[in-house]
């Protein structure tokens, strides 16, 4: 999905790995170049919306915002 922080462009994927033993999950933040701007693990049970998206880019991208839910 495509969010806009401040004047930037900014597309946020969730990549799930399922795996009956140890399920996992990569949230990425790409600039409108294709760039990769951050990377996080995530739980494989997090929920992606276009306001998380946005609220991880307004804090900077930072691990906690996201965890923290």
């Given at each position: 999905?495509?969010?806009t922080h401040g004047d930037e462009r900014i597309?946020?994927?969730l990549d799930?790995?399922?795996d009956e033993d140890n399920p996992s999950a990569m949230l990425r933040a790409?600039?409108?170049g294709g760039d990769l701007l951050a990377e996080?693990?995530?739980?494989p049970s997090f929920k992606l919306t276009r306001a998380r998206a946005?609220?991880?880019a307004e804090a900077e991208f930072s691990a906690d915002?996201?965890?923290r839910g």
């Open positions: 999905m495509t969010v597309t946020v994927s799930i790995e399922p790409h600039d409108a996080v693990r995530v739980p946005a609220a991880w915002s996201v965890r």
